[in-house]
């Protein structure tokens, strides 16, 4: 009977992180409920972490190592179920799983050494009154969709030394020849997900000229140049209502949501000598957010992850 419920414990805290998970989903309660919010990313993971308690005190009581472990057992189930029922994909998961397993599980040690000092068991209508902190985030999610979301630009940057004539090298960022597997260095996002580029051209759609960025995964992304200096800078607009966007947690978070847009990617060529070209790559993006920091922590790795490896990649293809 103590097995099992230690283990109803962390299935509980999973289900209770899986319930506002689905509420954030429900378009109809988006005014109300979000997974953008500093409640479900913060608030919710915490209040796992307690879950376990609430249930199976005495079979965790004494034990550090259960104190941290089942709280955090009960964030990682939660990540597998979201996971394996396509509410999220590894992506995503990285980005939420992190304050859930990190948050119970550091709620969970703390909680238990506070616990130790009294008798939660005494009376079990104190556990009942706990268990009322668990109700939190129906009333705290609701109150924060109240508040401004603030709204801040954000860029990253990142250059490559190319040994290639201007002329080549801007000929080959307007137009960006197909690169193959071999010439582009997959990183961890590559593999959990996240699109490498494949080529871009210019396409006339409806009459009037783009530049199509086509991506691994059938993605593909709709350009404007927005503005051009020749051989020396020129920026481009996403139009999202255009792309080809693929049907995926990733996308639908990030690229299709109301918290975060593209602004301008920009290359800009600065000449170091007759046979070299300092090649810099800008993306600028807003974020509207109650936890702009974090999501920009996030934007900035995978953002800068991406920018790095395509530099690489054409200065490999223009130094040939």
Known sequence: M?????????????L????????????????????????????????????????????????????FAYPFCAGLLFGVIALSTRLEDILCILILGMPFMAGAGTVGILLGLALEKIDVNKKNKNRKIYSLVLLIPLFLNPLESM?????????????????????????NIIEVPEIKEEEYKNSFFNYIGVPRPVRSRLETIDGKQYRVGYFSDELKLVETISEKDSLKYVAFAIHMDKSQLRDLPMDKHILQSDFFSFKTIAYTLTPSTKDSVLLTLTCRYQIESKMNVYADFWAEQVIGDFENNLLKALKKKLEE
Do not use: C, D, N
């Not at 409640?39 to 259960?66: D, H, N, Q, Y």
């Open 2 to 14: 103590h097995s099992y419920k230690k283990y109803t414990g962390i299935i509980l805290g999973a």
């Open 16 to 67: 209770y992180a899986l319930a506002f998970r689905i509420l954030g989903g429900v378009e109809l309660l988006h005014g109300a409920f979000s997974i953008y919010s500093i409640t479900f990313v913060f608030v919710v993971p915490l209040l796992v972490g307690v879950i376990p308690f609430l249930v199976a005190w005495k079979e965790m009581k004494g034990s550090m190592r259960r104190y």
């Open 147 to 171: 508040l401004p979301s603030p709204i801040k630009e954000y860029e990253v940057k990142r250059e490559i030394q190319i040994h290639a004539s201007q002329g080549k090298i801007w000929k």
